[in-house]
């Protein structure tokens, strides 16, 4: 049973949505009722139908004239349905539909298990259709027997067949019918035919030996039980045949017990006795399990259905830069590069077989396959002085190409060509990406339209000097997950510290953000609420974690597979998971300002949260290596550079140079932990952004921004006008132990009440704007300003 059911799991959530026209119970009923008096009607007409169907052969043609009556149970209906069916039908085998309408309606009215009535249909019309042809070769003397249909196709297999082989092939299939259907096997005939022979046998015996019939008669004689006086037992010889015949014994009784009667089985030995095997009986489920029968009931899940009307922003919102013209080919350009690449070279010695170009919408990429004999080294270590001589900026070069015996020449185009988002948006390559969280970066040297999935990256790091298109590229990404997951599916934990670049997306608060309960703004740009919600989303990490492990699934994937086929309570905390992505704007603000409280709970974040749909965008302008430390760095594989100023900036982020030779205006390195790809960032710009944001936020949305889990932690503010209500849950207990020990230190709060340095010393700050610690005093502790813990508690009581 275990075992079918861990198949039916694996088969519902392999097997493609299914179409099923769901009933109410009342529909149900009124089907089943229809049905089931249909059926029984046909029954009455085919009956009656072969008493009258002569008589009432004359009315056929009259059914429209109410005059005329037909001799049918159901009149002219019964008639009609009678000769259609039984005459110019399937003749006597017609039957099985009528008996198979009835049990339809029974099954529906009754609102039980179809799987069985599916079997029911199928062997029934596979045994109406042999009947019908068997009945067939009798239409000459009987037409009735095998109707119209089943002439015809008798007739037609003995064209083809002949009699032997149609007489073959009905064989067959009654075969097929007694193996499968009924699981009649030879050997089950066999046992039954001995089994047969053996009561035969005996029976004879028996009446050989009436002493002994008699006393079988008698002990299976109710009356008889009890009667002490029993018959002489049966001789040996007389039980020797009765191998499977139970002998009632009586057992000697106890004198003062009652007899009891005890049945046993004589063993008798017995020359050819076989065992008899019993088929086992293979059960029907009635119902798979409570989730297909939900799923069934009313359809999978749907996380969409609250916002069920919501209507995917159209492409036209978007601006198109390039007024659909394709690339341009500037063929001079490309003779001149040509020219320039070929004697620079040549100054350095190095000859070239073959050259090719291929012409992208910011550089042209030229392919060199270089003389035999010439070092790849030698060439790139030229880097600086090609560029010179080719006196342009952005020069990259790589050798070789991956994956190819070739040297690769990115040379900017005099005029480069902005790939608008609309196309990126557009391009089949995004459209039918069947990714989790599918983003359009922009092109590809060759024209092609960059997509990945965050979903597998699994998180994002961006560093780029400022201006070089890294708030287009964020935006960009944003834009991609809005026209390609619904609210229900995603939402935007935005970091803004800039206040500026992400306020646009206040307008899908309600649709797309996340954020705390007690917070009003859905964008954070206060950097000790970003401690919050780092932590915040540990916890629903955590939370998440928790849930697929009660749900045994191994990703977000599974479990939202899971839950959408009913197989996850909510009764037992289970709930859709949408995907989280975290945007952080301007991480080194962040991490200049909060250290390692925020980097643990972001490196905690990125070592874990990718099962359980958590990913992380951060994005900086200043990629030196204390921002982006070793134990970020390792955890975001997944890499944009946008140019940067320095080589070391670029190794920062990429762990190798190239950055810092890219043009700006969105031309960017791409890497997902090998090779690096250049893209040239689709342009998305502000009012296009506002647009999307607001045909988003029009729409009914729900009633508030997603929450994330409460954090209850080292929260409070650090001003010293603090209010009373905004004091730290242990401000109570840290007065005592100060005024106590008398002694204002952070260290001492901390030992004493388990506690955080951050923690401590903002509850330091705290009891001093209380007035209960004096200021800070350097290196030295704080005075403590009240004496004992009655003044403690009348200060306390003034607030
Ligand atoms: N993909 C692009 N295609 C064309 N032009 C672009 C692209 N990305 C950026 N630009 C140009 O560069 C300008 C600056 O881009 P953006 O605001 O994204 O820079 P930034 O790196 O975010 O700068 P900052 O860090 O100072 O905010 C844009 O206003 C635009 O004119």
């Given amino acids: 049973m275990a075992r079918k059911k861990t198949k039916t799991t694996t088969k519902k959530t392999t097997q493609p ?9 009342q529909q149900k009923i009124v ?22 169907w002569q008589a009432d052969q004359s009315t056929l043609d009259s059914l429209g004239d109410r005059s005329v009556e037909s001799q049918n149970w159901l009149n002219k209906f019964g008639a009609a349905i009678g000769d259609f069916f039984i005459y110019q039908g399937f003749g006597v085998a017609s039957f099985a539909l009528a008996i198979l309408v009835t049990l339809t309606g029974f099954y529906y009215f ?22 019908a042809i068997f009945f067939g070769f009798f239409s000459d003397s009987a037409p009735l027997l095998g109707g119209m249909v089943g002439f015809e196709l008798n007739d037609y297999l003995q064209d083809y067949l002949g009699l032997i082989g149609t007489i073959l092939i009905l064989a067959f299939f009654a075969i097929v019918y007694f193996a499968i259907r009924l699981k009649i096997t030879p050997e089950l005939v066999g046992s039954y035919l001995k089994q047969k022979k053996q009561s035969l046998q005996s029976e004879l015996n028996d009446e050989d030996d009436d002493d002994f019939s008699e006393y079988r008669d008698n002990a299976f004689d109710k009356d008889n039980i009890d009667l002490p006086k029993a018959k002489p037992a049966p001789t040996p010889s007389a039980t020797d045949e009765k191998v499977d015949e139970p002998v009632l014994q009586q057992s000697k009784p106890a004198p003062s017990e009652e007899p009891v009667l005890k049945l046993e089985t004589t063993q008798a030995p017995q020359e050819d006795f076989e065992i008899e095997i019993e088929e086992p009986i293979e059960e ?46 500037d063929q001079e350009e490309l003779e001149e590069n040509k020219n320039r690449i070929v004697d620079t070279l040549k100054n350095y010695k190095i000859e070239i077989a073959h050259i090719k170009a291929t012409v992208g919408p910011t550089v042209t990429l030229y392919e060199i396959v270089p003389e035999a004999g010439v070092r790849i080294s030698k060439i790139k270590n030229l880097e600086d002085d090609i560029a010179l001589s080719l006196s342009a900026l952005g020069i990259r070069i790589i050798a070789p190409i991956p994956g190819k015996g070739t040297i690769g020449i990115e040379v900017p185009n005099k005029n480069a060509r902005i790939v608008s988002m609309r196309s990126a948006i557009a391009s089949p390559r995004f459209q039918n990406a069947e990714m989790e969280l599918p983003l359009t970066l922009g092109k590809t040297i060759s024209n092609e339209t960059f997509v990945v999935d965050l979903a597998k990256m699994p998180h994002l790091l961006m560093a780029g000097a400022t201006g070089q298109g890294k708030s287009v590229g964020l935006n960009a990404i944003l834009t991609s997950l809005l026209y390609k997951k619904h609210p229900a599916e995603v939402k935007f934990v935005l970091v803004d510290p800039k206040k500026v670049e992400l306020t646009l997306f206040n307008k899908i608060e309600r649709h797309y953000l996340a954020k705390l309960p007690d917070s009003e703004e859905a964008i954070i740009t206060d950097n000790a609420k970003v401690i919050n919600t780092l932590n915040s989303l540990c916890i629903e990490m955590d939370n998440r974690y928790d849930l697929l492990k009660n749900a045994l699934a191994r990703n977000i994937k599974e479990y939202n597979a899971k839950f959408k086929a009913r197989k996850l309570n909510p009764n037992d905390g289970h709930k859709y998971l949408p995907y989280i992505v ?26 874990l949260a990718r099962a359980i749909g958590i990913h992380l965008i951060v994005a900086t302008q200043r990629p ?11 955890n975001f594989p997944a890499r944009i550079a946008f140019r940067v100023t320095s080589k070391i900036d670029s190794r920062t982020i990429l762990d190798s140079q190239g950055a810092d030779q890219l043009i700006g205006r969105g031309d960017m390195l791409f890497t997902q932990g090998n090779e690096l790809t250049r893209v040239q960032c689709a342009f998305v710009d502000t009012p296009e952004v506002e647009k999307i944001t607001e045909f988003i936020g029009s729409q009914k949305a729900y009633p508030d921004a997603h929450h994330l889990p409460e954090y209850v932690g080292e929260e409070g503010g650090t001003s010293l006008d603090i209010d009373v209500s905004d004091r730290d849950v242990l401000f109570m207990e840290a007065a005592e132990v100060i005024v106590i020990a008398q002694q204002g230190s952070a260290s001492l709060l901390q030992r004493k009440l388990k506690l955080g340095y951050n923690r401590a010393g903002r509850i330091i700050d705290q009891l001093e704007a209380a007035g209960i610690v004096g200021p800070f005093e350097g290196s030295k502790a704080r005075q403590v300003l009240v004496s004992d813990m009655n003044a403690l508690q009348q200060q306390l009581n003034n607030d």
């Fill in 31 to 52: 089907l089943g009722s229809f049905l089931f008096l249909l059926g029984i009607a046909l029954l009455f007409s085919f009956i009656s139908f072969f008493f009258n």
């Fill in 582 to 607: 975290l945007v952080i704007d301007e991480f080194a603000d962040l991490i200049m300002t909060a250290g390692k409280e925020v980097e643990t709970p972001i490196a905690r974040l990125a070592q």
């Fill in 624 to 634: 030196s290596v204390n921002v982006i430390t070793g134990i970020i760095k390792a």
């Fill in 284 to 329: 029907e489920e009635l119902v798979e399990n409570l989730s297909t029968k939900l799923v069934q009931d009313f359809g999978e899940f749907d996380p969409t259905l609250e916002l069920s009307n919501y209507k995917f922003p159209s492409i036209d919102l978007l601006k198109d830069y390039t007024k659909g013209q394709s690339i341009t080919i």
């Fill in 110 to 131: 009754f609102d039980k298990e179809k799987k069985s009535l599916r079997a029911y249909w199928f062997w029934g019309i596979i045994v109406m259709l042999w009947f």
């Fill in 17 to 25: 949505k299914k179409l099923t026209l769901k009933l109410s119970k």
